[in-house]
């Protein structure tokens, strides 16, 4: 990284334990991670203050999924925060789907795919 200070990857995660492992992987490839937890919708602001990229847990039930990314949108100062959601195969989701990202991969595939989508400011076609 340059002399730039890491970018912030906020995760929202069902789990804990899961949430806070996928922090200590980004972490290890030099992002700064905020933990959020899907309960926090009505201080989203806040809650994602300085993060540049939500990443979605897997397993993440997708009625809390919606109710977060609802809110998240309706609140300007957060709403263009591009998000990508890790997926497993047996999640029933098609990896080539916008902002998808097949979960587990490797981990120097998925920060590729988080600074695409933070160089785009949009989802892609993001499988690893």
Not at 1 to 30: F, K, Y
Not at 55 to 76: T, W, Y
Request: contains cysteine.
């Amino acid at each position: 990284m340059s002399n730039q200070s890491p970018i912030t990857v906020a995760i929202l995660a069902r789990d804990a334990v899961a949430g806070h492992a996928l922090e200590l992987l980004l972490q290890s490839v030099g992002y700064n991670t905020l933990f959020v937890v899907e309960t926090v919708v009505d201080k989203l602001a806040e809650a994602l203050d300085g993060a540049r990229l939500l990443l979605i847990a897997p397993k993440l039930s997708a009625r809390h999924r919606e109710d977060f990314l609802n809110g998240m949108r309706s609140v300007p100062a957060i709403a263009q925060i591009p998000v990508l959601e890790l997926i497993t195969v047996h999640d029933g989701t098609r990896p080539e789907l916008e902002g998808h990202v097949l979960w587990p991969c490797r981990m120097e595939d998925l920060k590729e795919k988080i600074d695409t989508a933070l160089m785009h400011g949009s989802h892609g076609e993001l499988a690893c």
